[in-house]
């Protein structure tokens, strides 16, 4: 079974804060993705990598930056946090049709 | 990627089978048709994808109507555990490209 986990499953931090959210995938996929949901608005893409080093913008892409250094792991990085980023974060790893999605870590900016 | 419509929720009772309905009428000759669901706190799981001909594996059918314009996914004997929000998702086959969730269908499945 494909296994994408998530550095933590609950997370608060202050406003102007660097936080760090970690995704590991075991089954050598190529892509990864980053989501935020929010109540009302779905699932929203932030980033995804498609390869070591390379990444991509998705829809939402303001505050984050991301990091793919090797194929297994793809951070996520809100330079400095604010309350409107408190949300529930969602990484995915994908071959070719289906997303594997790891559990989600909740975060809370206070 | 193609705009998918599907109803906000529908009740189930349990051991019945729940046909859920997506409508997709911009689909394009490329695209395919996936479904996930999202469990209440975790993340979605991949249920079924397919081009134009059905599908079934151990979790569900999907039957694509011919002119690929709508497609309906089964689960033949709903059970408590089914309950959840289910994601109708159009896209290219390719797993760089991003994929768009829209609000999916909330599945009540009752005892």
């Known amino acids: 079974d494909v296994k994408v986990t998530q550095s933590s499953r609950y997370l608060v931090k202050r406003t102007g804060e660097k936080v760090f959210l970690e995704c590991v995938q075991d089954m050598d996929h190529e892509n990864m993705f980053w989501y935020r949901q929010d109540p009302g608005l779905g699932l929203r893409l932030i980033y995804f990598?498609?390869?070591?080093?390379?990444?991509e913008k998705g829809d939402i892409p303001e505050g984050y930056s991301v990091s793919r250094e090797k194929k297994e792991r793809f951070s996520l990085i809100l330079e400095s946090a604010s309350t409107n980023q408190t949300s529930m974060y969602l990484c995915a790893s994908s071959l070719e049709y289906e997303q594997y999605f790891g559990p989600g870590t909740r975060l809370t900016v206070t | 990627d193609a705009k998918t419509t599907q109803p906000t929720s529908m009740d189930c009772a349990e051991g019945r089978a729940a046909n859920l309905p997506c409508n997709h009428s911009t689909i394009s000759g490329n695209e395919y048709v996936y479904w996930y669901r999202q469990i209440h706190s975790q993340g979605p799981q991949y249920i079924i994808h397919?081009?134009?001909n059905n599908e079934t594996n151990e979790m569900a059918s999907l039957i694509i109507t011919e002119d690929r314009k709508s497609s309906t996914l089964i689960l033949p004997h709903a059970t408590l555990r089914d309950t959840a929000v289910y994601y109708c998702?159009?896209?290219?086959?390719?797993?760089?490209?991003?994929?768009?969730f829209g609000a999916g269908t909330r599945l009540f499945v009752k005892a």
């Open positions: 990598s498609y390869d070591v080093k390379m990444k």
């Open positions: 397919g081009l134009k």
């Open positions: 998702i159009v896209r290219v086959a390719t797993g760089g490209f991003k994929t768009i």
